[in-house]
């Protein structure tokens, strides 16, 4: 019959642990379900860039008679090197074009802020896809990972260059796709005042996926757990609690050295030395090293030892394996006189 007390505990622990499940089943979802989001956003580029400029495209503005469009489409995120590159496909006027495919004269497109030099569309050339390279100010601040981000306010402007050298400013539009791998980004016009010379404004603000952000802090979970499991191993060791198994040790020294590669290679992880290893990982490491060194101590004190006794079959019969063939002979020959 099972005691009161053990059947209330028992069932504690039964609902902890099915809470416990619960729990992280819901966080996986939710990371599925952002991951799911960001795929079908990229499953929506094929139709932003066939669309991009005209009445069909979903939340764009068509562009004005004359004017030209930009649309930014984000392919790469490094904020370890503060760089954001992306794509830049132009919708031209018919104004500007030859039998609506080819440029009737040279347009240059100057964008900031950018490491790129300005784009340059040559006469006769059909519309291309340029890659830009930008530069944020201020930078993105990696040190907040997985919460890190920045806002960048691209500025844009064109003109067109006749054949005699003249220039002719021309006016300009953005609009951005609003994805990246492992980032929500996002494009706000900005509103701009009368001034003489047309510039495009748009504020894109960068963060990191929903994903991202549930899987790195599953992840840095899963490291406090395992540390806590390991220093309360230690613990029943030292305490005799637990009987001391030798082959343990590999356990504690596995864990400690997968630590720092399980971190490094965290979804767009940053280098170390950002909060989450002063405040977790390297945490992690100090107890996943403390109770490997209490275990060893624990081993070599209560551990067993090699005891070799001289009564034993093995010890005597190494003895006598050591002897000499002659005396052995000689010694059962006196021993065969002497009870004979």
Known sequence: MVHPANQTTR?????????????VGVVYV???????????????????LDTYGTEDASDVTPPAPGEIWLGLVPRLLDPNQNLVVLDVVAKLPTSEL???????????????????????LQQGEINPVRELRLRPVPAIAY??????????EIKARASAVDEDGS????KVSMDGFESAPGFRVTFDEKAQPEQSQPIANEIATIN??????????????????????????????????RKVEATMAGWFAAMMFAIIPLRTNMPGAPP??????????????????????????????????PVASDSSPDTKSARQSDLDPNEASGQSQQQHGKYG
């Open 208 to 241: 990191r996926s929903i994903s991202v952000i549930v899987v790195v802090l599953l992840l840095l979970a899963a490291m406090a757990l395992l540390a806590i499991l390991a220093t309360l191993v230690a613990r029943s060791v030292i305490l005799r609690r």
């Open 167 to 170: 220039r002719t400013r021309l």
């Open 11 to 23: 069932g504690r622990n039964t609902l902890a642990v099915r809470i416990a499940l619960i729990a």
């Open 143 to 152: 040190f907040d990972y997985p919460f890190d981000g920045t806002r960048i």
């Open 30 to 48: 939710l990371g599925i379900i952002g991951y799911a989001i960001n795929v079908r956003d990229y499953d929506e580029l094929e139709v932003f």
């Open 272 to 305: 170390i030395g950002v909060w989450i290893d002063f405040l977790v990982v390297l945490w992690v490491e100090l107890l996943l090293m403390f109770a490997l060194a209490v275990f060893i101590m624990s081993w070599l004190r209560y551990g067993p030892s």
């Open 98 to 120: 030859v039998d609506d495919i080819r440029l009737r004269r040279t347009i240059e497109i100057v964008i900031e802020p950018t490491d790129s030099p300005a784009l340059v």
